[in-house]
């Protein structure tokens, strides 16, 4: 008989603002039956422009995924919480830390980090083209 791995609770981040909050349904599921590895990015992507969004204050496009690290499956049913925080703020960039945690469904009150990724967005104007991030923005943010 073979144990199941059931990660310890996590906290949750207080240096992070809490940005989405979606449950996956089971048209979401790869062929094992999780969450496909792709709509927890789609989402993670989602969440990450948030906060960059204040600083861009305009249009602007995903430019690296630089780091993206599944630590646990994501279920159907589970309450996904999504935390972000601003790590750079560059001429025509802003990178993000993004860290997701579920609350099972079966477990609520306790939650698992599931995943964590680091993505850049750049400024882009009208053309498409690269543009500075306005500087007044980042003390209004």
């Known amino acids: 008989m073979s144990a199941v791995f059931s990660p310890p609770p996590a906290a949750l981040p207080t240096d992070k603002e809490l940005v989405l909050k979606v449950i996956p ?8 039956g999780d969450i496909f590895g ?30 993206f690290v599944f630590k646990q499956p994501v279920r159907v049913g589970d309450i996904l919480s999504f935390f972000s925080s601003i790590t750079r703020v560059g001429n ?3 990178t993000v830390q993004v860290e997701v945690f579920a609350e099972r469904f079966s477990d609520q009150g306790r939650y698992v ?24 923005s980042a003390q209004d943010a």
Do not use: C, F
Request: no cysteine.
């Open 25 to 32: 349904m089971p048209a979401d599921t790869n062929s094992n």
């Open 92 to 94: 025509t960039s802003v």
């Open 113 to 136: 980090k599931v995943t964590e990724a680091r993505l850049t967005y750049v400024a882009i104007d009208e053309q498409g083209r690269p543009r500075p991030v306005p500087r007044h």
């Open 38 to 67: 792709g709509w927890v990015m789609a989402q993670v992507d989602l969440a990450g422009s948030v906060l960059p969004a204040r600083y861009v204050q305009g249009r602007m496009a995903t430019v690296a995924v630089n780091e």
